[in-house]
């Protein structure tokens, strides 16, 4: 059974970093993408980042976290972690993983409609 477990989130002042962590099981880790979604209240949801795993250099992010969210893969414990940092009031939302496939278009262009498991979300408050 596919599972992606999504944690880290919490209550963090503007400025301040938070790192979440996306735990998958039940598929090969290697031969797909992850991707961090996140939703805030009255908003559509919002493709933040992706990485294509293994290749570290297959990073995409979404040009409102460019320069203070790193995202990164760890293939031996099946992890995918997102370093956000400089965080600001307008990232509060719940945070979302998901998978999707390694290659085409989906990755890049953090696209909701190609991804197809999801996890449970990861509330990340800021406040000013």
């Known amino acids: 059974e596919v599972q992606l477990q999504a944690s880290g989130g919490g209550l963090v002042q503007s400025g301040g970093s938070l790192r979440l962590s996306c735990v998958a099981s039940?598929?090969?880790?290697?031969?797909?993408?992850v991707a961090w979604f996140r939703q805030a209240p009255g908003k559509e949801r919002e493709g933040v980042s992706c990485?294509?795993?293994?290749?570290?250099?297959?990073?995409y992010y979404t040009d409102s976290v460019k320069g203070r969210f790193a995202i990164s893969a760890d293939s031996f414990k099946n992890t995918v972690y997102l370093q956000m940092n400089n965080l600001k009031p307008e990232d509060t939302a719940v945070y979302y993983c998901?998978?999707?496939?390694?290659?085409?278009?989906?990755?890049?262009?953090?696209?909701?409609?190609?991804?197809?498991?999801w996890g449970k979300g990861t509330q990340v408050t800021v406040s000013s």
């Open positions: 039940g598929f090969t880790f290697d031969d797909y993408a």
């Open positions: 990485i294509s795993v293994p290749d570290d250099s297959s990073k």
């Open positions: 998901a998978r999707g496939p390694r290659f085409g278009s989906v990755c890049p262009t953090i696209a909701a409609y190609g991804m197809d498991y």
